[in-house]
């Protein structure tokens, strides 16, 4: 028989909030694959267990090289156990090559759920959570930035990012160029630590806030385009276009900031304006 790979959340602030079912995994499985195998030994003393399994790194370094072997390990019917450093794995952490693997090899794959950042700062934003998409960490290079965001203008579920402190401002920024100053949004940060905090507001005022510099694990939660109930006709498009042009902004950032904030999509607004510029010719 195979073994089975056991995706085992863990506390993302509180190490209260460990779910009962960790410490007996932690306890009997054969392998335990940690992101940082320190920050395994510190949370095992807290929770008082002894692991009688081996121990191995699993972290994006060495993901694709460990996993064969974690895969051969499953395959002979070891119990193996992936925490990783704080919340789910897979989720912005080490888990998916390895768990797509054990899936390829038809071997089962099962959870102890957890603590998540996600859900819970989506929980406390205050923000519609009916419906909601994830997108991770943006990209560190501002135009890739600025191109992601674009990406999701439209978006009318409410969106999650995860981000660094020092990279905090420079994104609430682009944020509130993109999708406007007044769409709201929700920073949490040191979610379930002693200094939680979290951040509730527009965008303008969330970036302002951010420049005098931000500490700590963060995640920001941003509102969903608002629906298009203005019925904005061409000429309106092309109108907003040209103010945002004339106060110095590129007509491509303009055409995509005019299209979130109408919740059109941006070939629309691209349209409109190249139809006013052949008509004005």
Not at 18 to 34: N, T
Not at 70 to 90: C, H, K, N, Q
Not at 126 to 153: H, I, Q
Request: hydrophobic share 45%.
């Amino acid at each position: 028989m195979t073994g089975t790979l056991v995706l085992a959340g863990t506390p993302i602030g509180d190490i209260a909030d460990a779910p009962p079912r960790l410490v007996a995994e932690l306890a009997g499985a054969d392998v335990i694959a940690a992101e940082d195998t320190r920050r395994l030994r510190r949370l095992t003393q807290a929770l008082d267990v002894q692991p009688s399994g081996r121990v191995v790194s699993y972290f994006e370094g060495n993901e694709s090289a460990r996993t064969p072997e974690l895969v051969e390990a499953l395959a002979g019917g070891a119990r193996v156990l992936l925490v990783t450093d704080a919340g789910m794995p897979s989720v912005s952490d080490p888990g998916y090559r390895l768990v797509a693997a054990a899936v390829e090899k038809d071997i089962r794959v099962t959870a102890v759920p957890g603590p998540s950042a996600v859900l819970t700062a989506l929980a406390l934003s205050g923000l519609p959570v009916d419906r909601f998409c994830f997108e991770g960490f943006l990209p560190r290079k501002a135009g890739e930035r600025l191109s992601r965001l674009r990406e999701v203008g439209g978006e009318r579920r409410t969106l999650v990012y995860f981000e660094a402190p020092h990279r905090l401002d420079d994104t609430l920024a682009a944020m509130a160029e993109v999708f406007g100053t007044e769409r709201r949004a929700a920073v949490c940060r040191e979610l379930t630590k002693t200094y939680e905090e979290v951040k509730r507001g527009p965008l303008g005022e969330l970036a302002a806030w951010a420049a005098e510099g931000v500490r700590g694990e963060i995640t920001v939660v941003v509102e969903g385009a608002p629906e298009n109930t203005e019925s904005l006709d061409a000429e309106e498009l092309v109108r907003r276009v040209r103010v945002r042009e004339e106060a110095g902004e590129r007509r491509k950032e303009a055409i995509a900031a005019v299209a979130a904030g109408a919740g059109v999509p941006k070939r629309e607004v691209f349209d409109a304006v190249v139809a006013a510029k052949r008509s004005a010719s």
